[in-house]
């Protein structure tokens, strides 16, 4: 990430990016290079120092050396909206006596004043968030297949009440085809055992009258066929 350069610091990163994480404290570093032949003294502020712990915050740079700050944020108990943080900081440095030392900084030393040169530098603040993402994606997708196999099984499922449904009525269908073709075979056969009967009557009629002329009474040949004829009626009240 670039920096930044005033007349005597320069500043890296540009801004301060802090790993986020609920109820943990995080930390970054920046690093303060002093490009000039001659001491620096630096102050570091921040538009909310409640919630930032910086070490060191003043402090005395050599020339052509660097010194690194720690910035350390306090545990956060909820997440901002949308990552944002408003948080800033100001890195301001001026030039100082040669020897100096960070006790020989005061904050008079910053003041602005004619003549005098006093560097400010502005860094904002950046959430970066550490929680690894779950993977709802592939629960989703799990889920997807779940559901739809379940669908497809359910298709199955529902197809098959109608096959059966469908197999029963034509089961059913097929059984009262068959009955009413018994149902009319026998009342054919009943129809046709009662023309036989009538016939079988009729002839029996027919012999008596004979009878009757031959002999005067009843003949061996009517008496067989009257048997007959009471066998064959039994057997037709039988079958029907």
Do not use: W
């Not at 079988?200 to 009843?218: T, V």
Request: net charge neutral; proline share 5%.
């Amino acid at each position: 990430m670039s920096g930044g350069s005033g007349s005597f610091l320069e500043i890296q990163p540009s801004e301060l990016a802090f790993p986020f994480e609920l109820m943990k404290q995080s930390s970054c570093s920046m690093q303060l290079t002093n490009k000039t032949d001659h001491y620096v003294a630096f102050k570091v502020k921040t538009t909310n120092p409640k919630q930032y712990c910086v070490r060191p915050n003043i402090g005395v740079v050599l020339p052509g050396s660097t010194c690194d700050v720690t910035v350390t944020m306090q545990a956060q108990k909820e997440s901002p909206p949308d990552m944002q943080c408003k948080d800033k900081f100001l890195v301001q440095s001026v030039a100082a006596e040669n020897g100096a030392t960070a006790q020989d900084i005061n904050a008079a030393m910053f003041n602005k004043e004619p003549g005098k040169v006093v560097d400010e530098f502005k860094l904002r603040v950046v959430y970066v968030p550490t929680t690894t993402p779950s993977p709802i994606p592939e629960d989703s997708e799990l889920g997807s297949s779940a559901h739809s196999f379940a669908q497809e099984n359910g298709i199955s499922h529902s197809a098959m009440p109608q096959s059966v449904s469908r197999s029963s009525a034509e089961t059913t269908k097929e059984k009262s085809s068959e009955a009413t073709s018994v149902i009319s075979k026998l009342t054919e056969e009943k129809m046709s055992a009662i023309q036989q009967n009538q016939k079988l009557r009729q002839e029996l009629e027919l012999l008596r009258k004979e009878s009757s002329k031959n002999s005067g009474g009843f003949s061996i040949t009517f008496l067989v066929v009257v048997g007959l004829l009471g066998i064959i009626v039994g057997y037709i009240l039988k079958r029907t």
